[in-house]
Structure formats: structure tokens, C-alpha cells
């Protein structure tokens, strides 16, 4: 089942966890594609369509982005503020998708204006009836933001 | 009358033939009152014939003056029963005077002896007191004595400086042998139990033409009173000066002297104590008596005279402290005795300054030492909670991997796999799974210990039913029968203690597993004074002998096929108790179930 042409956007430095991601989003028969993005810099880099993606229409903004805590470089709630300082992107819906339940983390997520937080967990089957839920949820149910008007 | 001697007329004017002729001059030469009795005495003695003796007065007829006569007569019948009388009549005008004169000495006498306020004595030398004015025996309740010798087992007597003084040298028996005493004061004390008076005596002897001695006189004033206060003063006079010699903080008195504007100029030392000769390293007698200007010329620097101006003047009391020319740190009070005068107390305060200096410094120290162990603490703090951080993350990551390919491989590899293969890798996948909770429980007690607690009232029965509701929810295939007190309360962190008694109750929900009907147990009583809560359960219990490892993390005592855990929740409840500052023990016998105790110290 593929909805819309919206892609799902991951941000993930683990190769392990990523290909996990993709099989339970294949085991849910989402079909719609998944970006991974293995930094916090080359996800604003696809998000606003600079750096290496540079060229890319940023007016087309993925579904929802899957966004772990801890990655190499900028981390995780550094590219959340980010995202959210910024007007082409503050509306994106994100969701935290980690292995931490640091209350800490979680109550600055929210702060930063995460959509959801879910952790992972270590049991696959569990991981990837999250995964499923998520993706039915943000990709089916959940109205998707409107496109800002950008006026450069 | 028929005979008359010549000496008549020296006593009444008239002649002795005149007398002899005319009746009349008799009863003229007497005074009307005398006659009347030397009549009554004629009518009783002719009556009776017996002599009479009357005392009569004559009026001299030309120069007024009146003597006395004794007339005395005898009489006797004559043949015709008529009754004649001879007789004698004296001049006794002399010895009446006499007689009267004495009457008065005694009159006054007695009337200064009345009116002196204060015993007074008179003996004789036989030692009878021949006159007293019976103060002395009024004032000190004892029967007024005949003789001297009847005091003597009544009073006491001693000198003022408490030598027993015998009654030979009492003051009446010295004067007996003439001697004279002007002043001498005793001390006597009543055996009847009457108060200690002080006397002072004056006592003198009486002597006769003879100069013999024939009375002695004693005056005693009663100075007890005097005495008490002499006394009182003297013993306050010694207790000051012995404070003043000894105190340990330095005594001046000074009289303060103005110049012509009236302001404070100098000062003139009046006294000064042995303490003040320490402090200020000079003798007592370079300083009395002498100038604040002499004694310091040019001096000035602090501001003594200032605040002892302004104490002279204002009389109001002022501390200070200064820094003296010794360099000393000295401390005191100045106060206006008296108009014009100041008194000044001061203390050496230099040893308690330096004191206090050196456990300011102490102090500081401290308290560097304090933020640097503080801000080493919380370096390590920050560790552990990175360490922590880490673990969380890091160490769950590649479990998922573990999990997940080991699933992957069931998944896609069914047909290539024989059932043993797909055993081994579905014990992969329980371990991996393990390690999780391993890793979650270990998590929750770090938090535990780290996170900030609240100390607030709390309500442990509506926690143990919200616990025992979650319980039932999860284990509805079980018959459990949980019986919590009602209102049992405490003091603490009300989501500590929800972790704490989710791990009890939770606990013995697990280790009674295998009874038919589970009866748990909330409660409290009452140990020592102190207020014990309890969990109790019918379930499998434990060995005593390792009741000391129940608490340990990671330590179990029931195999994991039979009762599966991580054994860190005893270690968490552990760990929360001992954060409330309570204490947790437990009991149990093996088969009979287990009773955990826990206190709250805040509660």
C-alpha cells in the first residue's frame, strides 16, 4: 500500500536499526519510500534542500521524520530545535524514535515540539508493530501540515 | 496653857507669857489645817490617856515664816477628872526640808529613769539592782532580777570580736570596783532563745561623802541595728573589693574635667584595678590621682576621651572597642557612676579575636574543601549519569540488532533451518530480551538514587490499591485476595514508594504463583514505638540463611524457570526505603510465605 507519494524521512546513523526500520516498515506493507538521512546534518540538508541535497524542491516535505536522539555530530534534539526554528520546516510533523527513556530527553523533546515520542523496543516483533502503528498513523490517519509560502 | 519654855517664841513671834495668858495665841501661831489634827489628837489622847505625837506648822506672827514643830505630850487625870497634859514641842522645820528635798531628787529621778528609751541599771555593792527602768527586761522578755548574780544564767556576753566576756567583767561589776567606762559594746546572746543584740555601755560607780563606793550605774544603748548595717557593709565593702582586685577585666574610674567651654578635656584617674596595671602595663600608683594627659601625653589617637565625655555628660552607658597602645584588641563598657565621673570596664578580647579569626579561617577553608569534594560530587554525578545515559542507549541498540536479525533469520530462513536451529535462535532472541530488562531494571535503580525527592504527606493505602488494581489487571488468570489497611500514611515521595510497593506486592504476587488462592497483605503496626509497615504473603518464602543476599542487586534465591526476575527489585525498594531514612528487613520460612517490614523515618 503506497499513500500519497510522501516519503518517510529517517534519520539513523546505526546501519543495524535502519535496515530493521525498513523491514518492519516492509513487514507492514507501507510501501511509501523511506529516506535515511544518517546525520543531523544531512537530514536539514534534505529538509531544506542544501548541502549535499541542494536543488531539492524543500517545499516537499516527507510525511513525518523518524528522528533518533543520539547521532554523530549535531544530536538528535539540536536538529528537532532546528527544524522547528525554522518556517519551512516548523510544521513537519517529528517523532522521536529512540532507545532512550531518559526523562530529560523526553520532557525536552516535548519542549522542542516533537509530535510523539515513542522508544524502542528490543523485542522485534514488538519494534515493529510500532513502526506499523506509526506509519498508519502519521502516513494514513494525520492530516498533513500545509505547505508554507515561502517568499525568497 | 499653864507652862511654856522661852524657845517659844523663836518659833511663832509670840512670847512664852503670851502664850501663857491668851488661849488664842495657840490656835493663831498654827495653821488652821494643824490645828484641826493637834485638836483631834488631844480628844483621842485625853480619851484614851495615851501620849500623842502630832507634826504641826507654826506661822511666825511678824515674819510670816513657817516652821515645823514636833509636839509631843503626855497626859494625865487630875483629882477633878479633869486631864492635864506636858510635853515637849522641837523644832523639826530642818529635817522636813531634808526630808522633802529628797522626795524630789527621787521624783526626777525616777522621771529621767522613765523617759530614757534605753535600759539603764543601778546596783548596789551586794549586787541587788536597787533601780532599773525595766527596758531591759521588757525588750528581752526576762524577769526583772533582784540581784545581778540571777543574769548570769540567762545571758551571754561578748566582745564584738566574739570573745566570751565572764560576768565579773560585765560592765555593772567593773563599775561595783570603781572603775569608770565610757564606752564598751558587747554582744549578748539570750538563752531563752531571744535574738543577738549589740549593747554599747557607759558605766560609772556612785560614791558616798566617804568616797566609798556604794552604787554603780550602767546605761546600755542597743546599736544591733547600727551594728547589722556596719556589718553588712563591711561584708559587701570586702566582696567588692575583692571582685575588683580579682576580676579579669580592667577597672577605671575617672572624674572627668572640662574645659572653660564646658566640653570634655581630660580626665583624672581615681582608681584603678590590678587587672587595669596588666592590660595597660602601668602601676596603680603612677596612675591615680594623675591626668588622662599626664599619664598619656599626646597620646590621642582613639577616641577615648570622646566616649567618655559623652558618657559624663548624657550619664547613658556605651560598649566600645579599640585597639590599645600595647596592641592589644580590647572591649568594654563605660557608665556614669555619679555625676561628673565615669567608670570604665574593659576586657582583653585580643585571644577571643583571635580565636574567632582563626575558625573564620578554618571556616573558609571548610568551605572550599566542601565545593571542591561538591563539585567533584557532582563531576562524578555527571558521570554516572552520562555512564547511565550510555547504557540506556547503547548497550540496547545492538540487542534489538540481535533480536531482530535472529528473527530475520527465522523469518527468511525457515526451510534451511531444522527445529534445533530454530530453538538456538529463539534462546537468542529470550536472552537478548533478557539483557533488556536487565538493562531497564538496572536503570530505574540509578534513577532512583539520583533523581530528586519530594517529602511530602503521602497516602501508602490508596498507592498499595492503585499497585494491587494494576496487579489484578495483569495476572487475571490468577486468584488474588489482597487486604490493605485503611488509612495507613507516611511522609515521602509518593512515586518512590509506588516503585517500592509495586516491587513488594509485585513480588509476592510472583511467589505465590503457585497457590490456588494468593492472600497478600498491607499493613502496619506498631514495634518498639516505632511504626513498621509490612507486606505479607502465603506463598513459597525464602531460606532465612540467605536473607542477608535478598537486598543485593542482581541476587536471587528461586530459580529463574520457576520465579523469572532480574533480582534488582528488592535491591530498588532497598534503595528507596533507605532514602525515606527508613530501614528494611524480612522474615519468612520456606513453604509458609514471607513478611517484608519497612519503616519511614519521616513519616
Not at chain 2, 76 to 84: F, H, K, N, Q, W
Not at chain 2, 315 to 327: D, I, L, R, V
Not at chain 2, 357 to 382: D, F, M, P, Y
Request: net charge negative; with cysteine.
Amino acid at each position: 500500500m503506497k499513500i500519497d507519494s510522501k516519503v518517510i524521512l529517517l534519520v539513523e546513523d546505526n546501519p543495524s536499526d535502519v535496515a530493521l526500520t525498513q523491514r518492519a516498515l516492509a513487514k507492514s506493507r507501507i510501501a511509501n519510500d523511506m529516506i535515511v538521512a544518517e546525520d543531523g546534518e544531512e537530514a536539514l540538508d534534505y529538509l531544506w534542500g542544501t548541502g549535499a541535497h541542494s536543488g531539492r524542491d524543500a517545499a516537499d516535505l516527507p510525511a513525518v521524520v523518524l528522528l533518533d536522539l543520539k547521532l554523530p555530530g549535531i544530536s538528535g534534539l539540536d536538529v528537532l530545535q532546528k527544524i522547528r526554528e525554522d518556517v519551512r520546516t516548523r510544521r513537519i510533523p517529528v517523532v522521536i524514535l529512540t532507545t532512550s527513556k531518559e526523562e530529560q530527553d523526553i520532557a525536552t523533546g516535548y519542549d522542542l515540539g516533537v509530535n510523539s515520542y515513542v522508544r524502542k523496543p528490543v523485542d522485534f516483533n514488538q519494534f515493529a508493530a510500532a513502526v506499523e502503528q506509526l506509519g498508519l498513523y502519521w502516513l494514513v490517519l494525520n492530516e498533513a501540515p500545509p505547505a508554507p509560502k515561502i517568499s525568497r | 496653857v499653864d507652862f511654856i519654855s522661852a524657845g517659844i517664841e523663836r518659833i511663832t513671834g509670840f512670847s512664852a507669857a503670851e502664850f501663857m495668858a491668851d488661849a488664842d495665841a495657840v490656835s493663831q501661831s498654827l495653821l488652821p489645817v494643824d490645828l484641826n489634827r493637834l485638836r483631834a489628837a488631844i480628844e483621842l489622847s485625853r480619851d484614851q490617856l495615851s501620849q500623842f505625837e502630832v507634826e504641826v506648822r507654826h506661822k511666825h506672827r511678824t515674819t510670816g515664816e513657817i516652821r515645823w514643830s514636833l509636839l509631843r505630850s503626855t497626859p494625865s487625870r487630875l483629882p477633878d477628872g479633869a486631864t492635864a497634859w506636858d510635853g515637849i514641842e522641837i523644832d523639826v522645820t530642818e529635817r522636813k526640808l531634808a526630808e522633802e528635798a529628797r522626795a524630789q531628787t527621787n521624783a526626777l529621778l525616777e522621771a529621767i529613769l522613765g523617759s530614757i528609751p534605753e535600759p539603764v541599771m543601778v546596783m548596789d555593792t551586794d549586787g541587788h539592782m536597787v533601780r532599773s527602768n525595766h527596758v531591759f527586761e521588757s525588750r528581752h522578755l526576762v524577769t526583772a532580777p533582784d540581784t545581778i548574780e540571777q543574769y548570769y544564767p540567762a545571758v551571754d556576753a561578748f566582745t564584738e570580736d566574739g570573745r566570751p566576756v565572764p560576768p565579773e567583767m560585765w560592765p555593772l561589776n567593773r563599775a561595783i570596783k570603781g572603775e569608770r567606762i565610757s564606752v564598751l559594746t558587747l554582744r549578748l546572746t539570750f538563752r531563752n532563745g531571744g535574738p543577738t543584740r549589740f549593747y554599747r555601755y557607759s558605766a560609772n560607780p556612785v560614791y558616798d561623802t566617804n568616797g566609798r563606793v556604794t552604787h554603780a550605774v550602767a546605761v546600755f544603748f542597743d546599736v544591733t541595728e547600727n551594728r547589722l548595717a556596719e556589718m553588712a557593709l563591711r561584708d559587701s565593702e570586702e566582696r567588692y573589693r575583692g571582685l575588683f582586685e580579682s576580676m579579669q577585666e580592667a577597672f577605671m574610674l575617672g572624674e572627668m574635667i572640662f574645659d572653660e567651654a564646658g566640653k570634655p578635656s581630660d580626665w583624672r584617674y581615681l582608681d584603678v584595678n590590678p587587672y587595669f596595671e596588666a592590660i595597660y602595663g602601668r602601676k596603680r600608683e603612677e596612675v591615680v590621682g594623675k591626668t588622662y594627659r599626664e599619664v598619656l601625653p599626646g597620646a590621642y589617637a582613639d577616641n577615648w576621651l570622646e566616649i567618655a565625655g559623652r558618657v559624663t555628660l548624657t550619664a547613658k552607658g556605651e560598649t566600645f572597642a579599640s585597639k590599645s597602645n600595647t596592641g592589644l584588641h580590647l572591649e568594654g563598657t563605660v557608665y556614669c557612676p555619679r555625676p561628673g565621673q565615669f567608670a570604665a570596664i574593659v576586657t582583653d578580647a585580643t585571644a577571643r579575636l583571635e580565636a574567632e579569626e582563626h575558625i573564620q579561617r578554618a571556616k573558609s577553608e571548610l568551605e572550599v574543601r566542601v565545593r571542591e569534594r561538591t563539585a567533584q560530587l557532582e563531576a562524578a554525578n555527571k558521570e554516572l549519569e552520562a555512564f547511565a545515559y550510555s547504557v540506556s542507549h547503547d548497550l540496547r541498540s545492538p540487542l534489538r540488532g540481535i533480536d531482530g536479525w535472529s528473527l530475520a533469520l527465522v523469518e527468511d530462513y525457515a526451510q534451511q533451518l531444522d527445529e534445533t536451529a530454530r530453538e538456538y535462535l529463539d534462546r537468542v532472541r529470550a536472552e537478548a530480551q533478557r539483557m533488556g530488562m536487565l538493562i531497564d531494571d538496572m536503570l530505574q535503580l540509578s534513577r532512583i538514587t539520583r533523581s530528586q525527592m519530594q517529602n511530602l504527606p503521602i497516602d501508602l493505602t490508596s498507592i498499595a490499591q492503585k499497585v494491587a488494581g494494576r496487579l489484578h489487571e495483569s495476572h487475571r488468570d490468577r486468584k488474588i485476595e489482597f487486604d490493605i489497611s485503611a488509612g495507613l500514611t507516611g511522609k515521602g515521595d509518593a512515586g518512590l514508594m509506588d516503585i517500592a510497593l509495586t516491587n513488594l506486592l509485585g513480588n509476592a504476587v510472583k511467589f505465590t504463583g503457585q497457590r490456588e488462592e494468593a492472600r497478600i497483605e498491607f499493613g502496619s503496626m506498631d514495634r518498639a514505638g516505632e511504626r513498621v509497615f509490612f507486606v505479607r504473603d502465603n506463598g513459597v518464602g525464602f531460606n532465612m540463611a540467605f536473607a542477608g543476599k535478598l537486598f543485593g542487586a542482581f541476587q536471587r534465591l528461586h530459580k529463574a524457570s520457576q520465579f523469572p526476575g532480574t533480582g534488582i527489585g528488592l535491591a530498588t525498594v532497598q534503595r528507596i526505603v533507605h532514602r525515606h531514612g527508613g530501614r528494611v528487613w524480612a522474615e519468612a520460612e520456606r513453604g509458609k510465605g514471607a513478611t517484608f517490614y519497612f519503616t519511614l523515618e519521616s513519616q
